[in-house]
């Protein structure tokens, strides 16, 4: 049962030897040329001229900004932040729900069976997502310049991007909670001659009403943040405030918008969790 | 039958359910209030007729052969910078996840968390922002704020991977006298690298949007491009961009679903 | 070989569970460098928990432990690291990632000498699959040295674990339950892999088995456990069926088997059961 001792085993070949050299060595050839592009230079971080700018910047920081003007500016931006949020999330929804309902394969009253109009309806479905899609491709920062190119700087360019990007996002996740919730109820109202919009109110919407506005506040503290990055390009609240203090290098500024900023993220997460909780 | 109709007879309305829905109608009427935008002008007759114009001349996008040389390279570029962020987060989150996990004692643990969390809620704009001005405006920025944002998230998703993964294997390679590198290597990692993999791959999708994003503070790739083009009023050049933007994230996010979707080879 | 084996003593010791539970109870013993024994006994007798504590996994809340003249408690973290390196531990459940290949599984038992670049490196490309394949083919698994474990059966894997102790060329070895999810052929050749390590190498070996044809046939020493105590400690010829049946009643009068064909019914005496060990005098 013990091995041979006379004969010594020759070296055996590994077949994952070859794949992995040869992965290794792609990932180089490719590695480098993406270095090069992305002009990585960890030395420049270190240049002094750089760094003295930096620690300027990072000294103005402390004490934080405390006068009374600019302490109004800061509360008006806050509540023009969460503002934004709000009515773009709302915007969103109503963007959202028709086109959910009209994607969702829970409400399709033509794969029962299946019925006549499949192919039809098939087509439409498809048209529907892939609008959801498109809706959601762009990064909502990337709409809120254009808004702003299209409409002048202020929140009502911010409250459109979000009204597109989230509703391609709201739409998509509507779309497959209503899909896997309670399907077998509503399909039961359709067979019954059911109108889909009643089928939805009716079967769907009470099992998956939870889930639905749970994702939509999930998202809302989402919008608060990506508010703020918006306001970098001119779309208002605490963002454009914030770009403002960061152009004249005004560090005590900026690290009060930071602080509130900090503050109203975790407020934000604090309400949404509260409010995921009620609904629970 | 008698006591479920009794208790539907006695069941009370949701009160909270109501309450709460009031108050999102009420938040939502008092937001458009303050911000007092005057829709009416907005999509007036007059405003949309502009708003036509303007977006007439976004068509038809400028294709010409010099400028789409511009773009592919801005879009390789937006690449490039999302894939090196990517990669430099995921080697810092996993280093980082270490101490998170638990491993290095209690005061390890919360440290490592408060970065994680401080380098996770500062958006990757204001990164870039502060990057540009501690290396200079140009993607390096750019790189540098997503790598920071990313290493937040990835990294508290790895420490909570740690933390799930059963410690048995690790602790019989211990008490067979493996050193704690080598035991963790061969025991705990293979356990948790696919889907490690899948968070950076999911990861690298949402930061493809996020480098061309980026650009508007100056951190080079499509979105500097696209600042600068919109900010001059050139619109058909700025269709081109958009388009390869788009163009850009769909194949990225095919390529991410493709590699998570086959079955990862196996650890070792 | 056998001036590299330790000797293994137990002395006294105890172990209480965090929950109260008493798993060991005063549990004396010894044996010299080169020897092996096989511990039986019913569910829930400590036979897993003596096997931890000899392998310092667990360290007894009473009593005394010394291998090779040295108690590994008592060792800097560095000693006891390469103590425990001679020490292979063949689980009955082998603690494997499913996603590891059977090569690198089988190759961690020499994680305890290599460097840690070298560990790090054999991730990459394995050091030394040949070794793998010996030790593999020792088990009749060797065909699927370079398969990933999650694609072998329960038997399977714990072959695999057993191999990962007959590479680590150990000087104590200790099998908790090492074949018991394997068919009768199998487990007869899996126990005798590691009686091989035994006679042939001078290793220290001490096997915990459910069933008891196969440690009657293949070990020349018993120890019956109850209760987290010995019940007897003696040479196989002296083990009577009597014993075997107190030992196992709770478990109903037929006493577990694993083996085939091992009984030599040509030679029975009144209550002492001869049995045929191939390989063994």
């Known amino acids: 049962m013990s091995a041979a001792a006379e004969t010594l085993p020759a070296p055996l070949r590994d077949p994952a030897a070859r794949g992995r050299l040869g992965a290794l060595v792609v990932a180089i050839v490719v590695l480098w040329p993406l270095l090069a592009l992305a002009e990585f230079k960890p030395w420049r971080l270190l240049d002094p001229g750089g760094l003295q700018v930096m620690a300027n910047f990072l000294a103005g920081f402390l004490p934080p900004s405390t006068a009374p003007d600019f302490l109004a500016l800061l509360a008006k931006a806050t509540v023009e932040t969460l503002a934004i949020a709000t009515a773009g999330i709302a915007l969103a929804f109503v963007v959202a729900v028709p086109l959910a309902v009209v994607a969702t394969r829970s409400l399709a009253v033509s794969r029962i069976g299946p019925g006549p109009g499949r192919a039809a309806g098939t087509a439409v479905r498809t048209a529907a997502r892939a609008v959801l899609t498109l809706l959601r491709a762009i990064p909502e920062v990337v709409w809120a310049l254009v808004f702003v190119r299209a409409l002048g700087l202020g929140p009502g360019a911010g409250v459109l ?120 | ?143 540098l704020a997503l790598a920071l944002h990313t290493t937040g998230v990835l990294g508290r998703l790895y420490a909570e991977s740690l933390e799930n993964a059963p410690r048995a294997p690790e602790q019989a390679l211990r008490d067979s006298g493996s050193g704690r590198v080598a035991a963790f290597a061969y025991a705990t990692l293979p356990l948790v690298v696919a889907q490690g993999i899948a968070y950076a791959l999911y990861r690298l999708e949402m930061n493809i949007r996020m480098a061309a994003v980026l650009g508007f503070v100056g951190a080079g790739g499509l979105g500097q491009l696209l600042y600068f083009h919109l900010s001059i009023f050139q619109q058909p050049q700025a269709a081109t961009l958009l388009i390869a933007m788009f163009v850009l994230v769909f194949a990225v996010d095919s390529l991410s679903a493709f590699v998570r979707g086959r079955m990862l080879p196996a650890h070792a | 070989m056998s001036e590299l084996a330790h000797d293994v003593r137990l002395v006294s010791a105890s172990l209480v569970h965090p929950n109260g539970h008493r798993a060991l109870r005063a549990v004396s013993l010894a044996l010299g460098a080169g020897e092996r024994v096989a511990v039986i006994g019913p569910s829930g007798a400590g036979k897993t928990t003596l096997v931890r504590v000899l392998a ?30 001679t020490i292979g531990v063949v689980h009955q459940s082998p603690p494997i990632p499913p996603r590891l ?13 290599w460097p840690a670049w070298r560990s790090l490196a054999s991730l990459f490309v394995p050091r030394d699959a040949a070794a ?10 060797g065909e699927r040295v370079f398969d990933r474990c999650d694609r072998l059966s329960g038997g399977q894997l714990q072959r695999v674990g057993i191999a990962r102790v007959l590479c680590q060329q150990a000087n104590v070895i200790l099998a908790d339950e090492p074949v018991s999810a394997l068919d009768p052929a199998l487990a007869d050749l899996s126990v005798g892999a590691l009686v091989a390590e035994n006679e042939t190498r001078g290793a220290t070996l001490v096997a915990s088995l459910h069933a008891v044809d196969l440690a009657l046939k293949w070990f020349p020493r018993i120890v019956g456990m109850k209760d987290g105590e010995i019940v007897f400690d003696r040479p196989t010829a002296a083990v009577t069926s009597a014993m075997l049946h107190e030992l196992y009643a709770t478990e109903g009068r037929v006493l577990p088997q694993q083996g085939v064909d091992v009984v030599d019914r040509s030679v029975r005496r009144a209550n002492v059961v001869v049995l045929k060990r191939p390989g063994c005098q």
Do not use: H
């Not at chain 1, 970098?232 to 005004?250: C, E, I, P, R």
């Not at chain 2, 976004?58 to 690449?79: C, H, I, M, V």
């Not at chain 2, 968390?113 to 750019?142: K, T």
């Open chain 2, 1 to 143: 039958m008698s006591s479920d109709m009794a208790t539907i007879a006695r069941e009370r309305p949701c009160w909270s359910c109501v309450a709460l829905a009031v108050g999102v109608v009420a938040a939502v009427a008092a937001s458009f209030a303050y911000l007092a935008v005057d829709w009416k002008q907005l999509f007036g007759a007059e405003s949309m007729r502009l708003m036509a114009k303007f977006v007439a001349e976004f068509f038809p996008p400028d294709l010409s052969p010099a400028f789409l040389a511009k773009a592919t390279w801005g879009a390789l570029q937006t690449f490039a910078v999302a894939a090196i962020g990517t990669l430099l987060a995921a080697v810092a989150g996993g280093v980082l996840a270490l101490p998170a996990s638990g491993r290095f004692g209690l005061a390890a643990q919360l440290a490592s968390r408060l970065v994680l969390n401080f380098l996770r809620s500062v958006p990757e704009l204001v990164w870039a922002a502060l990057m540009v001005i501690a290396a200079g405006l140009g993607p390096f920025a750019g790189t």
């Open chain 3, 132 to 141: 793998a394949r010996t030790a593999l083919d020792r088990l009749d698994l």
């Open chain 1, 161 to 280: 991007a979000l009204a597109v990007t989230y509703g391609g996002m709201l739409g998509k996740v509507y779309t497959e909670i209503l899909e896997s919730g309670d399907t077998r109820s509503a399909r039961a109202l359709l067979e019954a001659g059911s109108p889909r919009v009643a089928a939805l109110f009716y079967a769907l919407v009470p099992s998956t009403a939870q889930e639905l506005a749970s994702y939509t506040v999930y998202r809302w503290e989402c919008a608060v943040r990506a508010s703020v990055v918006m306001g970098f390009v001119g779309a208002g609240g605490l963002g454009q405030l914030m770009d403002q203090s960061m152009k004249m290098l005004n560090g005590g500024e900026a690290s009060s918008i930071l602080l509130t900023f900090l503050a109203l993220v975790i407020i934000a997460d604090a309400l949404s969790a509260v409010i995921r909780r009620v609904l629970a």
């Open chain 3, 56 to 85: 310092t996994s667990l360290k007894p809340s009473g009593g005394g432990l010394a291998i090779g003249g040295v108690d590994p408690w008592q060792l800097g973290v560095a000693a006891l690291r390469r103590l425990r390196a």
């Open chain 3, 101 to 113: 290949r059977v090569v690198t599984a089988v190759l961690a038992g020499r994680l305890g000498t």
